[in-house]
């Protein structure tokens, strides 16, 4: 990161800062307005910004294709039993398998009615982690190569939807960006300089697929507060 880049994010803290803080008597009713304003716009898409990048970093159209996927494993696994059990699982384990599959499909299948449970996403991830060990462990060629087969078309199949929801994100960006922009003022533009110019450059140079990868880069401008920060955030881990 350039010493610009810091000098304006350290600027742009210590606006936080005063805007967090009690007033100067001293200020004007027209400098209190145009503060307010600044703390309004900035937040509001910081806002826009990571829910968003949320619901298409991890959209929950996922949610019935995880379930599919275990509906899938189930049935497979239940007609490969005892092959499954020579070739690698005891029954102890194999019990362990079923259970981990049966539990990932009712997580996901509860998670597509309410897809903001931290709870039950957590305990998603935890069956699904314990599903892929265990499948792991199967020495069987044909069964492994069965298994590897339906995991990678899932893992096909899930890229696309995310893939999908990230081009929505970028075309909303496109029409959120110059609203913001177009709120500030001569002062605030000089302020947000350095994000006008990124943004030239994204909106204009890149492609699609360049875009989506420069995403990120957007919370150099917009640090991602406390209040946007979820203790359950186990998407962008991935399943």
């Not at 600044?38 to 991890?58: G, M, P, Q, T, V």
């Not at 935890?126 to 265990?134: A, D, G, I």
């Not at 492994?144 to 696309?160: I, M, P, T, V, Y």
Request: aromatic share 12%; charged share 30%; net charge negative.
């Amino acid at each position: 990161m350039n010493r610009s880049i810091i000098i304006w994010l350290l600027a742009i803290a210590q606006i936080k800062i005063a805007l967090g803080a009690p007033l100067d008597n001293t200020l004007t009713q027209d400098q209190n307005e145009a503060e307010e304003i600044i703390e309004s716009n900035h937040d509001k898409f910081s806002k826009f910004y990571y829910e968003n990048l949320k619901k298409a970093s991890w959209p929950d159209e996922l949610y019935p294709l995880i379930a599919d996927y275990m509906s899938n494993l189930r049935d497979w696994t239940i007609a490969n039993k005892d092959t499954i059990i020579e070739s690698g699982l005891n029954e102890e384990l194999y019990k362990k398998l079923q259970n981990a599959i049966v539990g990932s499909l009712n997580i996901a299948n509860r998670l597509a009615i309410s897809p903001d449970s931290c709870i039950q996403q957590l305990l998603l991830k935890e069956s699904y982690e314990q599903t892929f060990e265990l499948l792991s462990l199967v020495r069987d060629t044909k069964l492994a190569s069965e298994w590897w087969f339906k995991h990678r078309q899932f893992e096909a199949d899930k890229k696309s939807i995310k893939e999908r929801h990230m081009e929505q994100f970028v075309y909303k960006l496109e029409d959120k960006i110059p609203e913001f922009i177009q709120s500030l003022n001569y002062d605030e533009r000089n302020e947000h300089a350095e994000f006008i110019e990124w943004y030239s450059k994204f909106s204009k140079r890149y492609l699609l697929e360049e875009s989506v990868r420069k995403l990120p880069e957007i919370r150099l401008f917009f640090p991602k507060g406390p209040i946007w920060q979820r203790d359950c955030d186990f998407k962008n881990t991935g399943l």
